[in-house]
């Protein structure tokens, strides 16, 4: 009886490792390219409405996972999107020669959260991809 419970806590654990591998946080940001110094942005947002989008001079975040207001090159509202999959975004700003970081935001579905004292925190922020614009 005890081989067989072990044998059964073994399988459980098994499963939710594959499980929390095989899932990506999100919003994720999978790919940045850039036409004319406008960034051409690739990401998902799964149950979460898009934002955002920052670009900054450093890698650098705040608290709240935000690029620090003094290193923000580029902030841009998304506006409603309705995509489902893989969402396609355009910066309606160019950014002159230079290397830049780039994540994108996207709040909880009704905003119902779960923190309590962090500010602004029914937004979660994407990873960080580096982008050099020529």
């Given at each position: 009886m005890r081989r067989a419970a072990n044998i059964?806590?073994?399988?459980?654990?098994?499963?939710?490792?594959?499980?929390?591998?095989?899932?990506?946080?999100?919003?994720?940001?999978?790919?940045?390219?850039?036409?004319?110094?406008?960034?051409?942005?690739?990401?998902?947002?799964?149950?979460?409405?898009?934002?955002?989008?920052?670009?900054?001079?450093?890698?650098?975040?705040?608290?709240?996972?935000?690029?620090?207001?003094?290193?923000?090159?580029?902030q841009e509202r998304m506006g409603v999107l309705t995509q489902a999959g893989v969402i396609k975004w355009r910066t309606h700003a160019a950014l002159p020669t230079g290397v830049y970081f780039v994540h994108v935001a996207a709040a909880l579905a009704g905003g119902v959260t779960s923190c309590v004292h962090a500010t602004n925190c029914v937004l979660r922020w994407s990873n960080i991809v580096k982008v050099d614009v020529p």
């Open positions: 059964s806590a073994a399988v459980l654990a098994l499963m939710a490792t594959t499980a929390a591998v095989g899932s990506t946080p999100q919003p994720h940001l999978s790919t940045v390219t850039v036409k004319s110094g406008h960034l051409m942005l690739g990401f998902t947002a799964g149950d979460l409405t898009p934002a955002e989008v920052q670009v900054a001079s450093s890698a650098a975040k705040a608290p709240s996972g935000a690029f620090p207001t003094s290193h923000v090159k580029l």
